[in-house]
């Protein structure tokens, strides 16, 4: 049976990025795949393009952005970097990273990026694609995940088109997602502390290698929102969320890892960075059950499993 793409759909080649650039230079949105999960672009120079991410997602204008630019010499034209930005820039840039550091006055952003504060979160992206496209359109891009405000997180274009639809001008359908898990935020004080704002592949242990300990005043949490993802309530896959479960009770839809066996599991091997790859895909499906409610077997919280378990738990929320 030959399945059709819904016709706001295109393959992620050369023509595909083309038609991407050309309905994001006139202030359109579309979904784009990262290494982490698909982002929902538009340009971050025009408060009208921002303003059509917030309507597509619904969501909360009190919640910053993720501006995307292609290298270094690219963000250093929206924000201010130091020596120890430019160590993690050197470090972990393309990749997994958003920095959030002071913006620059002259910046060519739309405040709605910033949510109003006087910070702007930036990231390099190594996906193919979405480089491909930044490179494309010459524009820094402003891309939260691809998905209703609050929801899960898509890790494919079937994933954009089943919560999004038609809300999203374009999807360029790149395959499932490599990491699957949403980029780590950190911000830097200006008292040389710093803070995981939200955690992601990059773990704590290899921001430490490169800017020491943080602060030990600064445990990253805040009242206020700083940055994207930091909402008590996210990733909600729809239906009551139970952690922790060694065993499904009924009525419930068991996502599984290592020994404990689940409907689907996050990695049957125990494998961590699996289960990162496949948590999003595996709370879809769990949404999609007849289940009414969703348990998720232990995972270990060490390493990328911390990044796996704030995740569970804002689903749980």
Not at 246 to 269: D, N, R, W, Y
């Amino acid at each position: 049976m030959t399945t059709t793409k819904p016709p706001n759909v295109l393959s992620a080649d050369r023509a595909g990025v083309a038609e991407a650039a050309r309905v994001l230079a006139g202030g359109g949105t579309v979904a784009v795949p990262t290494e982490t999960v698909y982002g929902l672009a538009a340009r971050a120079d025009s408060t009208e393009a921002v303003a059509a991410i917030y309507r597509a997602k619904g969501r909360p204008d009190f919640n910053p952005l993720i501006v995307h630019v292609p290298d270094l010499a690219a963000a250093e034209t929206l924000a201010v970097f130091n020596v120890r930005a430019r160590a993690l820039a050197a470090a972990f840039w393309p990749g997994a990273l958003t920095m959030v550091l002071p913006r620059r006055e002259a910046a060519s952003l739309a405040s709605a990026v910033s949510a109003g504060l006087p910070s702007v979160a930036l990231r390099v992206p190594a996906h193919p694609v979405m480089q491909a496209l930044l490179r494309a359109t010459g524009l820094p891009l402003a891309a939260p995940s691809a998905n209703r405000s609050g929801g899960v997180s898509p890790t494919s274009a079937a994933h954009v088109s089943g919560s999004l639809g038609r809300r999203v001008d374009l999807i360029l359908d790149g395959g499932s997602t490599e990491q699957g898990l949403e980029s780590t935020i950190v911000v830097l004080r200006p008292d040389g502390g710093w803070a995981i704002l939200r955690p992601g592949p990059i773990t704590e242990d290899a921001l430490r290698a490169v800017l020491g300990p943080p602060g030990q005043s600064d445990t990253g949490k805040s009242a206020q929102i700083e940055a994207p993802g930091q909402l008590a309530s996210h990733y909600a896959p729809g239906k009551p969320v139970r952690l922790g479960a060694l065993a499904a009770e009924p009525g419930e839809f068991l996502i599984g890892f290592g020994a404990v066996a689940g409907v689907v599991s996050l990695s049957e091997a125990g494998d961590l960075a699996e289960a990162a790859a496949r948590l999003y895909a595996c709370l879809h499906l769990a949404a999609d059950g007849i289940e009414p409610r969703i348990a998720v077997a232990p995972v270990p919280h060490e390493g990328i499993g911390a990044a796996i378990n704030d995740r569970l738990g804002r689903a749980a929320t």
